[in-house]
């Protein structure tokens, strides 16, 4: 099963966002801080992310530079 992060501050839109891929037969694992999805990102690259620009602790430009830098996968940003 294909993984997906969700990097999503905003409860409401995650759980949203996540059931939907899920009905779809994904895997989402889902982060509220962009450090913490970056890490995860790290230890099992994902086949695609779902990234929101306004996070609490770096922006979501920052994410996805340092995302961008571990492997080629597609990011959405909300």
Do not use: T, W
């Not at 409401?12 to 966002?17: L, M, T």
């Not at 059931?19 to 990102?41: M, P, Q, S, T, W």
């Not at 230890?43 to 929101?52: F, G, N």
């Amino acid at each position: 099963m294909q993984s997906i992060l969700l990097v999503e501050d905003d409860r409401k839109i995650a759980r949203v966002v996540k059931a939907y891929l899920e009905g779809a037969g994904f895997r989402v694992i889902h982060f509220d801080k962009g450090r913490d999805a970056v890490n995860a990102a790290m230890k099992d690259v994902p086949a695609a992310v779902i990234l929101d620009l306004m996070l609490p602790d770096i922006s979501g430009e920052e994410v996805c530079q340092d995302l961008k830098d571990i492997g080629d996968f597609p990011i959405i940003m909300l």
